[in-house]
């Protein structure tokens, strides 16, 4: 478990260094509008993933054909975005293949789609997944969806490196999700958002009838992608009543639907808060009003990160709880840094006050206008 840390800190210091230079032009945030579109069809060839009572339905197949529908529907309507699909085709495919395809092609969203199962063929319904830490205060992040988290992962068990690879990732061990949140806590918003409008837009399909909500979960191809990301649970395959839906052309047009009014709604709020963004960054980079983004100076400083998002707040904004933030624009988003200071041991004090307030924050190191984890 302890190189399974140690490997993680590494990919955190990687992404750090990597996504958080801050923009210095308009144009910057004009080249990072909507487009490209990565779509997962889950699990596939030797994977068969979850499958019905009866053997004959596969969740492979299900996952590729809504995946398809979803994508040619972006592609008539969306000639400016482009589709990239992980597979086109019933093919096994790793995780970190997965994950890469989207990287590759800096797709600006990543959507999974899978069919859930579980032993009893009550439960129903669809939901819809992104990675972080459980929104339920004390609740273990694997608490409430541990068996599907080690299904969706256990994909990991065929490599045949799979130790190295991973680095000792093992996807039936709550303790391997620890650092998780820190590599996606860039694209908690947005990860989120688009979670939101696929159950509102499923709800309004109505094609499944129960919503089974947003939990927050340690996918691991979730984490490997650097970009807004989310997992969707289309229905159960192990219910007669979903598995009906799912089976028909008719049932998984309409989920495909869903999904493409969802990021129809997506695309649109992602480019409106790049024009926002735009309007209101300071050319100067000089504090005058609370929409300004604050002056940061060249000495080494520490501080507490509680939030990231693609909004731009005060730094006096009720959000902080009273507290003043230093505000770091990093091209897509903006990170929010509480208790700056050049002397560590006060931050982690202040650091310890307020994680009750803020429980998914932590400590990070400031140089320049770069922000990076820290941990004492």
Not at 269 to 277: D, G, V
């Amino acid at each position: 478990m302890r190189s399974f840390i140690y490997n993680i800190g590494i990919y955190i210091v990687a992404f750090a260094i990597f996504f958080v230079a801050p923009t210095s032009s308009v144009s910057a945030q004009d080249a990072i509008k909507f487009r490209t579109i990565c779509i997962d069809a889950g699990h596939g060839g030797k994977d068969p993933g979850c499958v019905s009572k009866d053997q004959k339905t596969y969740e492979k197949d299900i996952a590729l054909s809504v995946a398809t529908l979803f994508g040619d529907k972006i592609k008539e309507n969306c000639p400016d975005v482009k589709v990239v699909y992980t597979r086109s085709k019933d093919v096994y495919l790793t995780l970190d293949e997965r994950a890469a395809v989207a990287n590759r092609n800096k797709a600006n969203l990543f959507l999974s789609i899978h069919v859930n199962a579980v032993d009893a063929t009550s439960a129903n319904g669809f939901s819809s997944h992104i990675l972080g830490q459980s929104s339920k205060k004390g609740r273990d992040t694997f608490a409430g969806n541990l068996n599907v988290c080690k299904r969706e992962n256990s994909v990991i068990m065929m490599e045949d490196d799979y130790s190295t690879k991973y680095a000792g990732f093992d996807p039936s061990d709550p303790e391997s999700s620890i650092l998780f949140t820190l590599m996606q806590n860039a694209f908690y918003e947005q990860s989120m958002n688009i979670a939101q409008l696929v159950n509102e837009q499923m709800d309004k399909a109505g094609a499944i009838t129960v919503n089974r909500g947003i939990s927050q979960d340690p996918f691991y191809v979730l984490w490997k992608t650097t970009m807004p990301a989310m997992l969707f649970e289309m229905g159960f395959i192990s219910n007669k009543g979903d598995l009906d839906v799912i089976t028909t052309e008719e049932g998984r047009e309409k989920i495909a639907e869903a999904l493409f009014q969802a990021f129809l709604k997506f695309k649109d709020e992602y480019n409106k808060s790049l024009n926002y963004n735009k309007e209101t960054i300071s050319d100067t980079n000089t504090s005058t009003t609370s929409n300004e983004v604050e002056v940061k100076t060249n000495t080494t400083r520490y501080g507490v990160q509680v939030s990231t998002s693609t909004r731009l707040l005060g730094a006096t904004d009720p959000f902080f709880k009273k507290n003043r933030a230093t505000i770091y624009p990093t091209g897509k988003v903006y990170k929010y840094v509480l208790g700056e200071s050049e002397n560590v041991d006060e931050v982690e004090n202040f650091y310890h006050r307020i994680s009750k307030d803020f429980p998914d924050c932590f400590m990070v190191k400031i140089e320049g206008e770069t922000v990076k984890y820290f941990k004492k």
